[in-house]
């Protein structure tokens, strides 16, 4: 498996293998932890071979600095077949969360897992904001 992207955003959709993404982030900031985003979503594109088809199982952790899970992992099984007429085909998982809530500020990563082996992570920055300035990018 070739891993094509890995991001978090405002919102995403897979319509008929078209990808959607609004808002892609890297950090989020508020006064007060736990830090709460009313709704993102965790976005992956996969590509498989052929000899890769059939039924794998992904899962998505949010680590802090420690290795220590920040939320219940999330779990999504992906069936592959890739047709007869090509070498490969990529996946597109789109994971919605509501009500994300980190309970902690820091350095953090989003990691992603296929068949319980590591594939890749992007960081998350959580971020305490700072009163009397203007909302920045990362700001809630």
């Not at 952790?61 to 219940?72: C, D, E, H, S, V």
């Not at 992992?73 to 090509?86: G, H, L």
């Not at 994300?100 to 971020?127: N, R, W």
Request: hydrophobic fraction near 45%; charge should be positive.
């Amino acid at each position: 498996m070739n891993l094509e992207l890995l991001a978090i955003c405002d919102a995403a959709t897979d319509y008929q293998g078209r990808l959607n993404m609004l808002g892609v982030f890297e950090g989020v900031a508020a006064p007060k932890a736990p830090v709460i985003r009313d709704r993102c979503s965790i976005v992956t594109r996969m590509r498989f071979s052929t000899e890769e088809s059939g039924a794998h199982a992904l899962a998505i952790r949010l680590r802090n600095k420690k290795g220590i899970q920040l939320m219940p992992e999330m779990k999504a099984k992906v069936s592959v077949k890739v047709p007869s007429n090509r070498k490969s085909i990529a996946v597109n998982m789109v994971l919605n969360i509501n009500q994300l809530k980190i309970p902690e500020f820091g350095e953090h990563e989003i990691a992603l897992y296929l068949d319980e082996v590591f594939q890749s992570s992007i960081p998350l920055t959580v971020a305490r904001s700072v009163k009397n300035r203007m909302r920045g990018t990362m700001e809630n």
